[in-house]
């Protein structure tokens, strides 16, 4: 076992001077510190819609509270998990906010799941609520809820109750949905304390003050763009301009212009600002981040030898948020992650297995006895999947992982899903679906199947499509005779990846 820097080394490394310790959970919950930075200022541009309007702290304030006394007034209760499904837009955000102030637990969907995506989610969350921009999707949420339960769009809402804004730290806040080593999805219950924890620890690392605007182009139904980029801003009472989609020009644009101080992306997105020369538009910016995937060193190096910096390199997951980061003042190394952020311990297993602890890290899933067992160790800390290195300073470096996760332009794949999303087709003997390595997304969703029959790639991939939602789809079939195993009959994912690339993985 080794360990990273004492917490007190990080600590003070990350914020010189500051009592990280007092900071970390002040104001006891998300909208207590929110609420705290919207009345020291009021007239604050604090939200950017897609259209570019801009909502004033005050608003924002006003309309969140009306929100939640509506949800309150309709028979909602704290306590109750609520779906919320929609693209970016500030209408979404205040529904968001509404519902955390209503004191319900939110589970964000991605609008881009296709309906057993969704139905799976409806099953295990079981929401007694939910706003939902598409009517199509709210029709597959009513139809998997198989009772009535309040469902409506994202228009704004007006009503008074006296029990907004009851959340206490050990109350959650948000059911973010991972899948797992089976298709069936894990839900990652993070309480307000864990949420508000992890915002103030970046916030105080990356020098996160009330004059700092980001430019938002992540999705909102992630730990990166809501635990970090949402969360983060209202924590240091700064303001965000949301972004539909991310679009490389738009983005160029936007931060040419002068008016942003920071953009946090994936490494898929700096590739794609480079590719068509945009990256020395990033050049004004305080503060570049990268995230969710391991950014190659030689990308970081052409992004600072553009942009003028290295993005700062951060690691973290959806039942933690953020865990480690590069230092804000540097040196920052590509290729590592960085130290612990304040509050974050972290341990080294004698297998590498990178293991944490903090206020910051979820009590467990909902409702799953077997995975919470697996993933906490006797001792209480939480095991990552990951694998890990630690140089001299203390600095992480990610080299592997022990979990099946195949990490596509920034979003998670579990083999196992798309595994049995495919073995449905009747062509299909046997199906392993592993990451191979690439240039544009990282990591590439590949299948190799064992047919029965002739069957084109194709229709296995409009197969895969019906049931899954794009990113999880396939780039590629191969077809193969068998599937290595190895003596206990497991396959080895390993030597499939390394028949694909001609020996040289
Ligand atoms: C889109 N496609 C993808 C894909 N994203 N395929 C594989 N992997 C992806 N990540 C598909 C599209 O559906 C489309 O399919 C085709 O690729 C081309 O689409 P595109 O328009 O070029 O892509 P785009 O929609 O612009 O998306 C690219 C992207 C997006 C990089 C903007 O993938 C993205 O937002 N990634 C960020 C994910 C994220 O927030 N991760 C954080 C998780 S939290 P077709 O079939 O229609 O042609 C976490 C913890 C932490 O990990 O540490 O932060
Ligand atoms: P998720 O479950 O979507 O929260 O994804 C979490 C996983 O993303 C982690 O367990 C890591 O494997 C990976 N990850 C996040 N940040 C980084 C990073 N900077 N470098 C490498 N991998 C990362």
Known sequence: MSVSRSDAE????????????AELVRDGSLPGRWRRRWSERPAWPQLRDVDGTWITSEELEARTRAYAGSLLQ???????????????????VIAYIGALRAGLIVAPVNPAYTEPEVARI??????????????????????ATGREIQVHGLEARVGIDERVDGARGEDPAL???????????????????????SATAVGLAWRWETGDRLLLALPLFHAHGLGVGLHGTLCAGAAVALRERFDPADVAERCASGEYSMFFGVPTMYTRLEEPRRLGELAGLR?????????????AERIAAHAGQIPLERYGMTETIMLTSNLYDGPRKPGT?????PGVELRLADDGEVQVRGPNVIAGYWERPEANAESFTDDGWFRTGDLGELDEDGSLTLVGRSKELIISGGFNVYPREVEEAIGTHPAVREVT?????????????TAFVVSGGPVPERELLDHAAQRLTAYKVPKRVEF???????????????????????GRE
């Open 10 to 21: 990080s600590w003070a490394a990350h914020a010189p001077g500051v009592d990280v310790r």
């Open 74 to 92: 309709a028979g909602l209760a704290p306590g109750d998990r609520w779906l919320l499904c929609g693209s970016t837009s500030a209408a979404l």
């Open 122 to 143: 409806v099953a295990d969350a079981r929401p007694a609520g939910a706003a939902i921009e598409s009517m199509e999707i709210a029709g597959w949420v009513r139809a």
């Open 175 to 197: 059911l973010l949905y991972t899948s797992g080593t089976t298709g069936r999805p894990k839900g990652a219950l993070l309480t307000h304390g864990n949420l508000l924890a």
């Open 287 to 299: 503060l570049l981040v990268s995230g969710s995937a391991p950014l190659p060193a030689a990308l």
């Open 337 to 341: 992650v960085g130290i612990p952020l």
């Open 433 to 445: 679906v592993v990451g191979l390595r690439s240039e544009r997304w990282g990591e590439e969703v």
């Open 480 to 502: 193969v005779e068998s599937l290595p195993r190895n003596a206990l009959g497991k396959i080895v994912r390993a030597e499939l990846a390394r028949r694909a690339s001609g």
